[in-house]
């Protein structure tokens, strides 16, 4: 798959939304975490020294 290079729209394009967004506010920012967390996949082994049991928590 060929990938297409940049041409000069885009960059007119980045440098229109880097002055667009330059002057936003920080209160006015907000971040959305959309990290998900699924038990199923904490480890059910680990590594300890000789005759050490292994340690850990889960999420």
């Given at each position: 798959m060929r990938h297409k290079g940049r041409?000069?729209?885009d960059?007119?394009?980045?440098?229109?939304y880097q002055q667009e967004i330059?002057?936003?506010s920080v209160e006015?920012?907000?971040f959305v975490d959309e990290v998900g967390l699924n038990l199923g996949m904490a480890r059910?082994?680990?590594w300890a020294l000789s005759e050490q049991r292994a340690y850990g928590t889960r999420p």
């Open positions: 041409t000069e729209s960059k007119s394009l980045r440098s229109e330059i002057m936003l006015d920012l907000l059910q082994f680990g």
